[in-house]
């Protein structure tokens, strides 16, 4: 059984950078084909795909968060961490890791395997 699991630090001020971190068990992250991903969902709005790191470690991220995202791995402990660099009021979300075979979508049916989430609220 598959199961993702994601830790952060629930509250960050405007202007610091969002870490957060997913623990992936029953799988690894290099399995071949499998893409790891960080999706998001403001709240009233739809899902909203950040970013993902791939088997081989390539990373690929949302055209309009680039700037200000880094996603990035440790093999070790099978984990995959996300840092979005000066959040503001909007970067406010729920925070999900979810794995599959695809990358790039805000579809929940695209993905496998969901961690349950962890919100994050920006404010000072």
């Known amino acids: 059984q598959v199961h993702l699991q994601e830790s952060g630090p629930g509250l960050v001020k405007p202007s610091q950078t969002l870490s957060l971190t997913c623990t992936v068990s029953?799988?690894?992250?290099?399995?071949?084909?499998?893409?790891w991903n960080w999706i998001r969902q403001p709240p009233g709005k739809r899902l909203e795909w950040v970013g993902a790191?791939?088997?081989?470690?390539?990373?690929y991220y949302k055209s309009s968060l680039k700037s200000r995202t880094s996603i990035s791995r440790d093999t070790s402990k099978n984990q995959f961490t996300l840092q979005l660099s000066s959040v503001t009021p909007e970067d406010t979300a729920v925070y999900y890791c979810?794995?599959?075979?695809?990358?790039?979508?805000?579809?929940?049916?695209?993905?496998?395997?969901w961690g349950q989430g962890t919100r994050i609220t920006v404010a000072s």
């Open positions: 979810a794995g599959g075979l695809s990358t790039g979508w805000g579809v929940r049916d695209e993905y496998e395997y």
């Open positions: 029953g799988a690894s992250i290099t399995t071949e084909l499998y893409y």
């Open positions: 790191i791939g088997y081989s470690g390539t990373t």
